[in-house]
T-cell receptor, first 115, second 112 residues
Framework: EAGVTQFPSHSVIEKGQTVTLRCDPI?????LYWYRRVMGKEIKFLLH????????ESGMPNNRFLAERTGGTYSTLKVQPAELEDSGVYFC?????????????FGPGTRLLVL | GQNIDQPTEMTATEGAIVQINCTYQTSGFNGLFWYQQHAGEAPTFLSYNVLDGLEEKGRFSSFLSRSKGYSYLLLKELQMKDSASYLC?????????????FGTGTKLQVIP
């Protein structure tokens, strides 16, 4: 079974540009999460999809961040326009609704550097 | 919300035992996870506790005390490959749905 995949693995952009990150969850996982880790800090929750619906987006920093999950499969996270403080590692995780532990399985992350 | 505390760094010797502690404060506790994260890689699931007591899985064990808001991860027979960050994460039943909050992680260095 394929794990969670993310694309790209790395992205270097200039302040003011736009970047779109993609996450493909484990097949059959209805729950999809986005997290961000800024250097030296903890992994912080951004938002949670159940299928195509946003269950919780309380962690989204501001309206420069837009997440979508059309069709309830893969998800994209767009940052527009990017700022220096958006640099960090963006992780995606997925879990199976109703599974005993609903353990979240993580992707390898996208390392974003805004210059 | 939650407040999760764990040591920033630890060093232990190959072959030894190390215990990584985690304390938390939460209003709607619904499970505690331990993840291992090697540098530049994804966090990988190690263990899950929702009831008090010890869960053993090979060289790794995890303990939970809900009344004390305390957990530990125990690693036995340490190997060099165990050098990694260990993340404590707490699931909280908040507002009718569940959210997982992570600690900052404990960076474990295993030395020969």
């Amino acid at each position: 079974e394929a794990g969670v995949t993310q694309f790209p693995s790395h992205s270097v952009i200039e302040k003011g540009q736009t970047v779109t990150l993609r996450c493909d969850p484990i097949s059959g996982h209805d729950n999809l999460y986005w997290y961000r880790r800024v250097m030296g800090k903890e992994i912080k929750f951004l938002l949670h999809f159940v299928k195509e619906s946003k269950q919780d987006e309380s962690g989204m920093p501001n309206n420069r961040f837009l997440a979508e999950r059309t069709g309830g499969t893969y998800s994209t996270l767009k940052v527009q326009p990017a700022e220096l403080e958006d640099s960090g590692v963006y992780f995606c995780a997925s879990s199976q609704e109703g599974a005993p532990q609903e353990t979240q399985y993580f992707g390898p992350g996208t390392r974003l550097l805004v210059l | 919300g939650q407040n999760i505390d764990q040591p920033t760094e630890m060093t232990a010797t190959e072959g030894a035992i190390v215990q990584i502690n985690c304390t938390y404060q939460t209003s709607g506790f619904n499970g505690l996870f331990w993840y291992q994260q090697h540098a530049g890689e994804a966090p990988t699931f190690l263990s899950y506790n929702v009831l008090d007591g010890l869960e053993e899985k090979g060289r790794f064990s995890s303990f939970l005390s809900r009344s004390k808001g305390y957990s530990y991860l125990l690693l036995k027979e340490l190997q060099m490959k165990d050098s990694a960050s260990y993340l404590c994460a707490v699931r909280d039943r908040e507002k009718g749905y569940q959210k997982v909050t992570f600690g900052t992680g404990t960076k474990l260095q295993v030395i020969p």
